[in-house]
């Protein structure tokens, strides 16, 4: 299973950012999925998580009620909307499949992940 993550780039406080992390199996829609981030220097934290139907998400309090986690299993996609963005945003964001099929509990272990995306920048300026 191979996960692309794209839509980073530069954006200044309080503007938004769309991610998107499209896998190349459809195996992948039985998995919940998550995003996590890393900053500079910083281990790799939970951003949020979705699970295999889309009906319960997770997130890190930091981002709740300014990121939205959804996906589209029709084309095998997981979005991170985010939204009053903030320069501690600042961050490589990675999406990643659960090691576990069918999972419903929502984990925010990172060990508890196995296949990972090859991250894409955010940069929130001041």
């Known amino acids: 299973v191979q996960l692309q993550a794209f839509g980073g780039g530069l954006v200044q406080a309080g503007g938004s950012l769309r991610l998107s992390c499209a896998a190349s199996?459809?195996?992948?829609?039985?998995?919940?999925m998550g995003w996590f981030r890393q900053a500079p220097g910083k281990e790799r934290d939970f951003v949020a998580a979705?699970?295999?139907?889309?009906?319960?998400?997770s997130y890190a309090d930091s981002v709740k009620g300014r990121f939205t986690i959804s996906r589209n299993d029709a084309l095998n996609t997981v979005y991170l909307q985010m939204s009053s963005l903030k320069p501690k945003d600042t961050a490589v964001y990675f999406c990643?499949?659960?090691?576990?099929?069918?999972?419903?509990?929502?984990?925010?272990?990172?060990?508890?992940?196995?296949?990972w995306g090859q991250g894409t920048l955010v940069t929130v300026s001041s």
């Open positions: 990643a499949r659960d090691r576990v099929s069918g999972r419903l509990l929502l984990t925010t272990k990172h060990d508890d992940y196995d296949y």
């Open positions: 199996e459809r195996t992948v829609n039985k998995y919940a």
């Open positions: 979705i699970t295999l139907t889309g009906g319960r998400t």
